[in-house]
T-cell receptor
Framework: DAGVIQSPRHEVTEMGQEVTLRCKPI?????LFWYRQTMMRGLELLIY????????DSGMPEDRFSAKMPNASFSTLKIQPSEPRDSAVYFC???????????FGEGSRLTVL | AQTVTQSQPEMSVQEAETVTLSCTYD???????LFWYKQPPSRQMILVIR??????QNATENRFSVNFQKAAKSFSLKISDSQLGDTAMYFC???????????FGQGTRLTINP
């Protein structure tokens, strides 16, 4: 069974450009999470969905960030416009409630120049 | 809100030695889960071990075991017979019962030297 699939694995872009990160959760999982990892702040939860509905987006840093989950097998995290401080590794994870176990993708490393 | 604290930013031991990573957490909840995740240089987040707060018995997974002290809100990870492949960042994490989301500590960078 395939794990959580994220794309792209690496992204280098220039300040001001739009960035879209993609995630395919494990089939059948009902929760999807977006985390951001930086040296300074560690692993932060940005937003999570349950059955495609956003439950908590309090971790989204500002209006430049948006996330969608149009169906059970796909989610996007968009940054528009991007800034150098957005440089980080972005992880997607999924889980099947009530099992308390998150499966993580390999992460997308974003570099904004 | 729950917080997780890992007080050791870096640790280094020789191969085959035993090493203990510390983690404390703060919560008013009675039912919850605690986890240790490993992140090797490949960046993949790998679940190492999980502990349910209602269980008094400490979880073990092969060379990995935990010392769970609920009253002290402490959850340390012991790695026995350490191997070069154990070199990684280790994250302690907390999940409130029924919440499904993880709160992570800052991580401990562990290096196993040959």
């Amino acid at each position: 069974d395939a794990g959580v699939i994220q794309s792209p694995r690496h992204e280098v872009t220039e300040m001001g450009q739009e960035v879209t990160l993609r995630c395919k959760p494990i089939s059948g999982h009902d929760y999807l999470f977006w985390y951001r990892q930086t040296m300074m702040r560690g692993l932060e939860l940005l937003i999570y969905f349950n059955n495609n509905v956003p439950i908590d987006d309090s971790g989204m840093p500002e209006d430049r960030f948006s996330a969608k989950m149009p169906n059970a097998s796909f989610s996007t995290l968009k940054i528009q416009p991007s800034e150098p401080r957005d440089s980080a590794v972005y992880f997607c994870a999924s889980s099947l409630s009530p099992v308390p176990w998150l499966f993580f993708g390999e992460g997308s490393r974003l570099t904004v120049l | 809100a729950q917080t997780v604290t890992q007080s050791q930013p870096e640790m280094s031991v020789q191969e085959a030695e035993t090493v203990t990573l510390s983690c404390t957490y703060d919560t008013s909840e009675n039912n919850y889960y605690l986890f240790w995740y490993k992140q090797p240089p490949s960046r993949q987040m790998i679940l190492v071990i999980r502990q349910e707060a209602y269980k008094q018995q400490n979880a073990t997974e092969n060379r990995f075991s935990v010392n769970f002290q609920k009253a002290a809100k402490s959850f340390s990870l012991k790695i026995s017979d350490s191997q070069l492949g154990d070199t990684a960042m280790y994250f302690c994490a907390f999940m409130r019962w029924g919440a499904q989301k993880l709160v992570f500590g800052q991580g401990t960078r562990l290096t196993i030297n040959p």
